[in-house]
């Protein structure tokens, strides 16, 4: 009769035979950080911190959550955090990025709005600034009316030389430039609510950074679904349906 260990020992080696390589040298990944912003302001006792690190291979799908913590903010920063994830979950040829926001009573406080890479191998820097994006200040814009210059496409940024500009007329009208054409179109705004319906555009062809970048933007229109005013800095954010930042504009 075999022997109770030696048969748990046995079973354990035959699984880590059976286990692919990569699966089988999985293991957890702790990554302690903090969360942080520039102004001066103490946080309500409801506020709340939730840190996600998502993946975002894939430029025309939404990002995937990988691994996911929140908290009681407390009232000043930074506020620490601990987020487990496996270490196997990071292919080496992926992209990965943290995402962090502060809510409070269920509204949006802060949150980064430009990309914060991680790694898949190598080490991984978990301090994270947010930025305000709840209405506080008196003057500059006061909703998305206006010109607009867009400095972020999905926390992927823009390149140099092609200007994405988005001018919202007070009746809805849009119009502006890609990068490479003109275009026009309608949105329909309801409170912070925004849906821009179909958008024609002129049919130039440029090089194909250019162009991508378009196409991007153009998308990221077409996804946001609520904005916001930063009127500290004149910025003007077109948030997806997740409340995720699709395109961060500044004021021209």
Not at 87 to 94: H, I, N
Not at 110 to 121: E, K
Request: with cysteine; proline share 6%.
């Amino acid at each position: 009769m075999i022997d109770r260990r030696r048969f748990i020992a046995m079973a354990c080696g035959l699984i880590a035979l059976l286990l692919p390589a990569g699966e089988a040298l999985a293991k957890p990944r702790i990554l302690n950080g903090t969360v942080s912003y520039r102004e001066r302001i103490a946080l309500p006792p409801a506020a709340t911190v939730e840190v996600k690190l998502v993946d975002i291979s894939l430029a025309d799908a939404p990002a995937r959550t990988i691994a996911r913590t929140s908290r009681r903010a407390g009232r000043q920063v930074p506020i620490p955090y601990r987020l487990r994830y496996d270490d196997k979950a990071l292919k080496p040829t992926g992209r990965y990025a943290l995402e962090a926001r502060i809510s409070v009573g269920g509204q949006l406080w802060f949150l980064n709005t430009t990309n914060h890479a991680v790694p898949a191998n190598g080490p991984v820097n978990g301090d994270i600034q947010v930025e305000r994006v709840a209405q506080q200040a008196q003057s500059g814009p006061k909703g998305p009316s206006g010109r607009w210059l867009a400095e972020d496409i999905n926390g992927r940024g823009v390149i140099d030389n092609a200007q994405s500009v988005l001018e919202i007329a007070p009746n809805g009208a849009i119009s502006g430039r890609g990068g490479c054409n003109g275009m026009g179109g309608k949105a329909v705004i309801t409170g912070s609510r925004i849906r821009v319906g179909q958008i024609v555009s002129t049919q130039m062809a440029c090089a194909p950074a250019v162009m991508d970048q378009e196409g991007k933007f153009i998308a990221a229109l077409r996804a946001a679904r609520s904005w916001r005013i930063d009127t500290a800095r004149n910025k003007l954010l077109l948030l997806d349906a997740r409340g995720r930042p699709a395109l961060v504009f500044s004021h021209m």
